[in-house]
């Protein structure tokens, strides 16, 4: 509550979480390796499984778009939505070259764009009915987020790349020496990444120069 200078334990004994998100009533969703999807209603004190035929799935990703559906990226590239908090699921995309599906992110809801390690990214327009491979197979992507202009920004093992939105061009934004683990773009355009051993940077230029945000 004060901008990550003191932190507070929350749930104990949650098996491996590797993704969080929240739904504007305040849940938190967490996706766990390799028990399946959790959520919390009282900010992290509790949490409770949810038990439905997707779960126990490894939940390698979740992401909840602007109308609180929440998706969930899981092993042999398999995506699935619940646009009631979990009650039900529809099975929305599997691509087993996508294995598993890292990151997913949706510039609205009908627009969803997917990634899996090695498999490339893909884009659906009309809310999963249909895709298309926008290509970069060649990257091992980890993360996925949109800059201020709704230009895709990707994470990978080899820095951070943009796409534009026309045909499947992507440019090399920066940071190629480093396995990029995390994209934050915040509400003044700074694209901040994460990074793995190398700490965080951050761009004000659109990924033109980037600046070292490590402390000690």
């Not at 009533?25 to 766990?32: D, P």
Request: glycine share 12%.
């Amino acid at each position: 509550t004060d901008q990550g200078i003191t932190w507070l334990k929350r749930a104990e004994r949650i098996p491996s979480p590797n993704s969080i998100a929240f739904i504007s009533s305040g849940n938190i969703y967490l996706g766990c390796d390799p028990l399946g999807l959790y959520r919390s209603d009282d900010e992290g004190e509790t949490v409770t499984r949810l038990d439905s035929y997707l779960f126990p799935l490894l939940v390698y990703s979740l992401h909840i778009d602007s109308a609180d559906n929440i998706y969930v990226g899981s092993y042999r590239g398999n995506l699935y939505r619940t646009s009631n908090g979990g009650i039900s699921w529809n099975h929305i995309f599997v691509d087993s070259v996508l294995s598993p599906i890292v990151a997913v992110t949706s510039l609205s809801p009908g627009e969803l764009y997917v990634a899996g390690s090695f498999g490339g990214v893909r884009r659906s327009t009309n809310g999963g009915i249909s895709w298309q491979n926008l290509g970069l197979q060649n990257r091992n992507i980890m993360c996925l987020a949109y800059d201020e202009d709704g230009d895709l920004v990707v994470g990978s093992d080899s820095g951070l790349f943009r796409y534009d939105g026309t045909d499947t061009n992507w440019s090399s934004i920066g940071l190629s020496q480093f396995r990029i683990t995390s994209i934050l773009i915040n509400n003044d355009k700074e694209i901040i990444a994460g990074t793995h051993n190398a700490g965080i940077f951050s761009s004000t230029d659109k990924g033109n120069s980037w600046i070292a945000r490590n402390t000690n």
